[in-house]
């Protein structure tokens, strides 16, 4: 692996993004539409904050998991594997689709905040703000950790969209119930000691699931 | 494998009649009492059938992980036989223990399901299987079956340490060795049983793990001639 063609492929992807808008256009219309359709079902409630940081997060996983898995499918559909299996090493392909990964996702938790903060003007207050960003850095880089090698996967499958979000689901679960405690936790404005068990386990799933990726990530790349 | 199906099948049936027939009693004397546990009364009996199930289910998955990844290793397909066949394993033991434990639940806590901590890794356990299944179907080329397959159920055995040690320390339960237990928390619970009962409980253990082996070895043999069919026929 290499850093340089790591990141020529992740600007290859991001060139790729920009060219066509996919994945960006139907996240964006996704994010809002998953957000119209809980404010219909809140109508004037005043939800706590446990219940916003809950559906703060299933809004970023289901958008997530109609837009992660593009990286890989959309190599399969215009028949560029072979090509990137040539010139680039396995781990280095891991590598620079993770990280566009966590960069969309993270781009998502910015976009679903925003959204969030207009829309909940009255109850999504992020009182520490500190706990908050660590919270969603580390939720981007863990969903992009786990759903990268599923990505791979299901692009390999004849159902993928519909495959994407169940074989997702039971993997990322750890990872939702932490992030959904610690966000709590920032809306309340607890002290940032008291999120800190949150951010262990999040840092112990990040290194296991990408550790485990990279090393089995050639069995699902090669043909 | 007579000598497992028979032992298997004679452990299993004793653990079923002693643990249903052995009364109970307040001051248990000698081995033909169980002592009574406040709270837990006749109910007690089924931590002789619950747990063991549960056990089981827990080595189908370890089983099934560890062909999947000797599949990875060797590209036989054997292995791959294998290790989908203790998945299949797997998936009954886990719905039987969701059941039992289900059953228990109700008539112990008040409701069928609480989401207490080992509750949701079962729970999920099911999902993984689901999962599990449902990529295999969708996969059509055998060896690519045979390696995704493989390698999701090695992500999924990723995430099993965190349900086993990280969640029950985080959230509060209803299973022994939970956040908040007056014994301590931990992932291996105390055994403070009575003797009698703690023998009762290991042959019971081992009559189930020996009626896995009996079932995988039945189900393997199966899959080999169906595999074999289906080469011949294409």
């Known amino acids: 692996m290499s850093v340089s063609s790591t990141f020529a492929l992740v600007r290859k992807d991001v ?52 837009g992660l898995s593009r990286t890989f499918v959309s190599e399969e559909e215009r028949g560029t594997t072979m090509t990137l299996q040539l010139v680039a090493m396995p781990s280095t392909v891991y590598f620079a689709k993770l990280i566009f990964n966590t960069v969309l996702t993270f781009s998502l938790t910015i976009a679903v905040t925003i959204l969030y903060m207009t829309v909940f003007s009255d109850t999504f207050v992020i009182q520490s703000m500190s706990t908050f960003l660590v919270t969603v850095i580390l939720g981007s880089l863990g969903f992009a950790s786990a759903s990268t090698i599923i990505a791979a996967i299901v692009a390999k499958a004849n159902t993928r969209a519909t495959l994407y979000p169940v074989l997702s689901f039971p993997i990322l679960v750890v990872l939702l119930m932490t992030v959904m405690s610690a966000t709590t936790k920032a809306l309340d404005g607890e002290p940032f000691e008291g999120a800190v068990g949150d951010f262990q386990i999040l840092a112990g799933y990040i290194l296991a699931m990408t550790a485990g990726s990279y090393l089995l990530f050639e069995y699902v790349w090669k043909d | 494998m007579k000598a497992v199906k028979f032992v298997s099948i004679t452990l299993i049936t004793f653990v079923l009649i002693a643990g249903l027939a052995i009364p109970l009693s307040s001051n248990p004397q000698g081995w033909l009492e169980f002592p009574n546990i406040p709270g837990l009364e006749q109910k007690a009996r089924n931590i002789l059938y619950h747990v063991p199930i549960a056990w089981t289910t827990v080595v189908a998955f370890l089983v099934g992980t560890f062909y999947g990844f ?30 039992t434990g289900a059953i228990w639940a109700k008539f112990n806590w008040g409701s069928f399901w609480n989401w207490d901590p080992r509750e949701t890794s079962i729970f999920i356990l099911l999902l993984i299987y689901g999962a599990y299944f449902a990529l295999r179907s969708a996969l059509e080329t055998e060896e690519k079956r045979a390696a995704l397959s493989a390698v999701y159920s090695i992500i999924a055995g990723i995430t099993v ?49 020996l009626f896995f082996i009996w079932l995988f070895n039945i189900r393997v043999r199966l899959a080999r001639l169906e595999y074999k069919r289906s080469v011949h026929h294409s």
């Open chain 1, 15 to 66: 060139h790729s993004e920009f060219r066509t808008r996919y994945a960006l256009n139907a996240l964006v219309m996704f994010v809002v539409v998953a957000v119209a359709t809980i404010l219909f079902a809140l109508r004037s409630d005043q939800p706590t904050s446990s219940v916003l940081a809950g559906l703060y997060w299933v809004v970023v996983f289901f958008t997530a998991m109609s």
């Open chain 2, 70 to 99: 000797r599949y990875l290793k060797t590209k036989n397909i054997d292995d791959d036989i294998k290790s989908v066949s203790a998945a299949g394993l797997g998936f009954m033991f886990c719905f039987l223990a969701t059941i």
């Open chain 2, 161 to 209: 340490p965190f349900f086993i040690f990280v969640m029950p320390r985080i959230m509060s339960g209803l299973h022994p060795g939970a956040k908040g237990d007056p014994d301590g928390s931990g992932p291996v619970v105390q055994l403070k049983m009575s003797p009698n009962m703690l023998v009762i409980f290991l042959l019971g253990l081992l009559g189930f793990t």
